[in-house]
């Protein structure tokens, strides 16, 4: 195979790899939610302090997921060292 | 499908090389829109009614809106910090909801992001060394010494990671935006967009700058209180 298909293909794994960590933010965000609605459940006067909170736990925690995200766009999209290597082969 | 930034020409200044991008000049539009909705409140608003009516009770209710959330942020002492993240709100605001017309967004591009979380960094620096004066720099020595390169990753992690949430999310979705108007035949296109812009770049949008800002202010306050 051609050096630029190598190149081009362990890309594209890697991207799919970096998105991986998507799980363990699913699950975070799970948890940070479904204590939100228990302590809404109980103490209702409190819900509107519980709902921004809750958004900000939720978007702290989207944070490292949105990494994930980030580096496999730039695998995908702006590789660099795609862009290198085509310059080399001219 | 081009997602690279458009380069619209090199303005030479004083030896120094300026690209005018996509970027810049979005920026410039929103940064217009503003400027004449304050000439139009400046204008309209010349005697300030002790009884509100109309148009002076939107605006005062928009101001007032935002200063008790900075308020409740912030407490009354750092309070007076609060028309900068009006701005910055509104910037964000706008260049969010701006996606919807085909405008990519300036927030979208690592710079402009970059240089609102190196505002919010310099700021509470500042901040910190007004308020706190010699504790705020001896903060950095506690529980012991030995911390101090820690504590200073964890400073240096702010900007970071404020930079990166708003760079992520704006971006992603202008990616997904645009490879579903590229991949999709004409007639899947007229009204089912509407969804995916709702999500991306309303809620998002929203979501985002609601959360820049209050992470922004409760830097601020825990540098400085």
């Known amino acids: ?90 | 499908m081009d997602l690279n930034i458009t380069n619209y020409g090199v303005v030479e200044i004083l030896g120094i090389e300026i690209w005018i991008t996509e970027t810049l000049v979005n920026t410039w539009l929103i940064s217009g829109l503003l400027i004449i909705f304050a000439i139009i409140v400046r204008i309209a608003l010349k005697n300030f009614k002790p009884v509100p009516g109309g148009f002076q009770n939107a605006v005062e209710a928009i101001v007032e809106t935002f200063d008790n959330f900075s308020v409740g942020a912030l407490g009354e002492k750092l309070n007076y910090i609060s028309p900068w993240y009006f701005t910055v709100f509104l910037y964000i605001l706008l260049s969010a909801l701006g996606s919807i017309f085909g405008f990519r967004a300036p927030t979208a591009d690592f710079s402009t992001t970059f240089a609102l979380a190196f505002a919010t960094f310099v700021l509470m620096i500042v901040m910190g060394f007004k308020h706190k004066k010699d504790n705020y720099l001896k903060s950095f020595f506690q529980p012991y010494v030995v911390f101090f390169p820690i504590n200073i990753m964890g400073e240096l992690a702010k900007p970071v990671s404020l930079s990166f949430r708003l760079f992520g999310n704006m971006l992603s979705g202008t990616i997904l935006l645009s490879l579903y108007y590229s991949l999709s035949p004409l007639l899947l296109q007229i009204g089912i967009p509407a969804v995916l812009h709702g999500i991306f770049d309303i809620f998002f949008g929203v979501l985002q700058t609601y959360i820049f800002v209050i992470i922004s202010l409760m830097y601020i306050k825990g540098a400085a209180d």
């Not at chain 1, 994930?68 to 862009?83: R, Y």
């Open chain 1, 1 to 90: 195979m051609s050096d630029l298909a190598i190149v081009m293909a362990a890309a594209q794994i890697a991207a799919g790899i970096a998105l991986l960590n998507g799980l363990f933010t699913t699950f975070g965000q799970a948890r940070v939610a479904a204590q939100a609605i228990e302590s809404m459940a109980r103490q209702p006067e409190a819900g509107d302090d519980i709902r921004g909170t809750m958004f900000i736990g939720l978007a702290m925690s989207e944070t490292s997921g949105i990494y994930g995200l980030l580096l496999a766009i730039i695998l995908l999209f702006a590789n660099p060292l795609v862009n290198q290597f085509i310059e080399l082969m001219g």
